[in-house]
Each structure stands twice: as C-alpha cells, then as structure tokens.
C-alpha cells in the first residue's frame, strides 16, 4: 500500500510509463515481508526491454520486474534505493522521505 503521494504524482509517473520513459515514483510504503523498509522507489517503464536494460545496467536482476500489463516497474528498497536516488540526482526524493538521513 502507497502512502505519502497524491493522485497527480502517481498519475504523472504512469503518464511517464505510459511513453516509454524510464519513471521514478518514491512512497512510504508497508509489506510485512520487509519490515525494515519503509519506502519504495518503482522505477518503471512501459517499454519492458528498456527496463531490463536499465536493470542490468544497474547491476540489478530484471528477473524481478513486476511485470504488470501497463506499468512493468522495478521496486527499490534499502541501500540500492538511496544509491540509484543519488546517481539519478532525485534528491527531493531523498530529503522529502527522509532517505538521506538514514
């Protein structure tokens, strides 16, 4: 379950995803599975071989796509996250989840 973004954000990044642009949604964000991480970054895109290169090219397993219909997306979580965040310079993602204090 999402938390912390309005309709506009969330619509905004499956309009991006809907184009073919690589996306990047970060929310709090709660699965008993992964107590220890309280937000996610999707990173999606439309165009699945383009996602998987990006995976690969960010030394993570395309294996693990979410391979939805519309919107194949990508979760980051933990350390991976703060680092794709700070190389793709999304540092209102960061600060606005309080992602570089940790």
């Not at 073919?20 to 895109?45: C, I, M, S």
């Not at 690969?56 to 980051?76: C, E, Q, T, V």
Request: hydrophobic share 40%; proline share 4%.
């Amino acid at each position: 379950m999402a938390f912390g973004i309005d309709r506009a954000e969330l619509n905004a990044w499956k309009a991006a995803v809907s184009r073919g642009e690589t996306a990047f949604l970060t929310h709090y964000w709660y699965d008993p599975r992964f107590p220890q991480f309280r937000t996610v970054t999707k990173v999606g895109n439309a165009d699945y071989e383009r996602l998987a290169k990006w995976c690969r090219d960010n030394g993570l397993n395309p294996k693990y796509i979410h391979a939805r219909s519309m919107f194949p997306h990508f979760d980051l979580l933990g350390a991976k996250q703060k680092e794709i965040l700070i190389k793709e310079k999304l540092f209102l993602h960061l600060e606005r989840f309080g992602l570089n204090q940790e």
